[in-house]
T-cell receptor, first 115, second 113 residues
């Protein structure tokens, strides 16, 4: 069975700082990769996804993630965070060949951005 | 287009009682998923409907949980009888077909006391 590990439980940054959230997965086969975000009081929203092709994917709100197959990683980055990026971030993996909605999630990383 | 809607947003029940959670997927989405997040843990898959059929219920914790999707529209998840360890946030998601991403609802926070 696959598993997903997010390295940080809680990250605290000041506005304009750079962000990198780590995500590693364990699964030997083809995977589809996702980052979801949950802003306070809101539903989970898709930030970005990787299915195939260019391993550097760009998502909404200036976020990007890089799939490194050899490291089983899919880290999320943003060059300059804003206060409005305060939220909980989830990395998720879907095993190739299964429905894209069947996801294995990491534990989540709470990001707090101070103005 | 309306998003995935879940009812109620919060529910507090006593151990041994029954609770029914409802999910209305995005119109036209044949695929519906239930997930649960117990406090401090990761979000875990419970089951997947394709229209009214259960495609995958490998994540259902035990037979106290019953999910239905009559008519292939909205879905209900009933917990009977509820136990303390059932407390958590129950998420519903839907997708148009098997190879498109899922859209999530806001979740139902269930507290069993």
């Amino acid at each position: 069975a696959q598993s997903v590990s997010q390295h940080n439980h809680h990250v605290i940054l000041s506005e304009a700082a750079s962000l990198e959230l780590g995500c590693n997965y364990s699964y030997g086969g083809t995977v589809n990769l996702f980052w979801y975000v949950q802003y306070p009081g809101q539903h989970l929203q898709l930030l970005l996804k990787y299915f195939s092709g260019d391993p550097l994917v760009k998502g909404i709100k200036g976020f990007e993630a890089e799939f490194i197959k050899s490291k089983f990683s899919f880290n999320l980055r943003k060059p300059s965070v804003q206060w409005s990026d305060t939220a909980e971030y989830f990395c998720a993996v879907n095993a190739g060949g299964t429905s894209y909605g069947k996801l294995t999630f990491g534990q989540g990383t709470i990001l707090t951005v101070h103005p | 287009e309306a998003g995935v809607t879940q009812f109620p947003s919060h529910s507090v029940i006593e151990k041994g009682q029954t609770v029914t959670l409802r999910c209305d997927p995005i119109s036209g989405h044949d695929n519906l998923y239930w997930y649960r997040r117990v406090m401090g843990k990761e979000i875990k898959f419970l089951l997947h409907f394709v229209k009214e059929s259960k495609q995958d219920e490998s994540g259902m914790p035990n037979n106290r949980f019953l999910a239905e999707r009559t008519g292939g529209t909205y879905s209900t998840l009933k917990v009977q009888p509820a136990e303390l360890e059932d407390s958590g946030v129950y998420f519903c998601a839907s997708s148009r077909n098997l190879n498109t991403e899922a859209f999530f609802g806001q979740g139902t926070r269930l507290t069993v006391v």
